[in-house]
Structure formats: structure tokens, C-alpha cells
């Protein structure tokens, strides 16, 4: 079992800059692909970001490609999404995922086991 909470969320103007971490509780995290996906108010849950194991591999979506970095640091259990050059259409309520079983990652919201409650970002114009 892992437990997951997000943090760092918040208001920002477009450009600005933001962090956000998750924490994980439970054993062999280091073992899960994590994965960083977001909701916008009426559309689906999409995936940004995922990262291996081991933190060697990482993925983007093409929206945020070159502006996003996912990194992990497996001593302390925590995945960080730095988010650079924001923009009024990445609005969400941004989840950290984990997927038992995918130790290089996943795009692919039904490989992820795990899910944090979600900490909401807001980019104004």
C-alpha cells in the first residue's frame, strides 16, 4: 500500500513558476514508476509527466514538453513536477500517481495503483 500527497499547488500568472512535490508513505517506493496527470474543469484526466524507478527515464506530454521536469529522490520518498512558463491552459487540479509493476513509467492512467488527492493550480491571464 502507498499513501500520496501532493503539494505546492497554487495561484500564479501566466509565465511564472511553480513546484510541485509528492510525498509517498509505504514501502519499496523506489520500486513504482510515478507519474505526475491533471484535470481541467470538464475534461478527462491527462497524463504530463512520468518517471522511472530510478529517476534515469522521464516522459512528457507534447503540451508541456521543454517548460515541465519531473524528478524523484527515492531517500526521501518524494516526486517533485517543476513547472516553468505557465500558462492559463495548464489550470488543473494536478495528481501524483503510482504504478506497482511499471518501474520505467507509464502514460497510461489504468497502469497507475496509486493516486494522491490532488493540489489545484491555477495560471491567470
Known amino acids: 500500500q502507498v499513501q500520496l500527497v501532493e503539494s505546492g499547488g497554487g495561484l500564479v500568472q501566466a509565465g511564472g513558476s511553480l513546484r510541485l512535490s509528492c510525498a509517498a508513505s509505504?514501502?519499496?517506493?523506489?520500486?513504482?514508476?510515478m507519474g505526475w496527470f491533471r484535470q481541467a474543469p470538464g475534461k478527462e484526466r491527462e497524463f504530463v509527466a512520468t518517471?522511472?524507478?530510478?529517476?534515469?527515464?522521464?516522459q512528457y506530454s507534447d503540451s508541456v514538453k521543454g517548460r515541465f521536469t519531473i524528478t524523484r529522490d527515492n531517500a526521501k520518498n518524494t516526486v517533485y513536477l517543476q513547472m516553468n512558463s505557465l500558462k492559463p491552459e495548464d489550470t488543473a487540479v494536478y495528481y501524483c500517481?503510482?504504478?506497482?509493476?511499471?518501474?520505467?513509467?507509464?502514460?497510461?492512467?489504468?497502469?497507475?495503483?496509486?493516486w494522491g488527492q490532488g493540489t489545484q493550480v491555477t495560471v491567470s491571464s
Open positions: 509505504g514501502r519499496a517506493f523506489s520500486m513504482y514508476g
Open positions: 518517471v522511472s524507478w530510478s529517476g534515469g527515464s522521464t
Open positions: 500517481a503510482a504504478a506497482r509493476g511499471y518501474t520505467s513509467g507509464s502514460a497510461y492512467p489504468g497502469d497507475y495503483h496509486y
